[in-house]
């Protein structure tokens, strides 16, 4: 089992569709979300996602070929 601490950040295009649902949905795998911010242009999401090593990380490639940026965060606490 494998858990990745990772910032989302969505593009304007991207904002308004169902993301980390469709995520969850395809790869089996499942997000904590620990802090979020939503606005009209851009939104971005701090979560720890869990799965399956081999889902984890499809997972977040296929965020990063949708357009959402991934950056792994380790292990910084978000204050």
Same mark, same amino acid.
């Given at each position: 089992?494998?858990?990745?601490?990772?910032?989302?950040?969505?593009?304007?295009?991207?904002?308004?569709?169902?993301?980390?649902?469709?995520?969850?949905?395809?790869? =089996?795998?499942?997000?904590?979300? +620990?802090?979020?911010?939503?606005?009209?242009?851009? !939104?971005?999401? /701090?979560?720890? $996602? &869990?799965? =399956?090593?081999?889902?984890?990380? +499809?997972?977040?490639?296929?965020?990063?070929?949708? !357009?959402?940026? /991934?950056?792994? $965060? &380790?292990?910084?606490?978000?204050?």
């Amino acid at each position: 089992m494998k858990q990745e601490r990772l910032k989302l950040t969505f593009p304007e295009n991207l904002v308004k569709q169902p993301i980390i649902g469709r995520m969850v949905q395809e790869f =089996d795998v499942m997000p904590n979300i +620990r802090r979020a911010s939503v606005e009209e242009h851009v !939104g971005w999401v /701090v979560c720890e $996602l &869990g799965g =399956d090593d081999d889902a984890v990380d +499809r997972a977040i490639e296929w965020l990063h070929n949708i !357009g959402v940026q /991934v950056d792994r $965060l &380790g292990d910084v606490v978000e204050g």
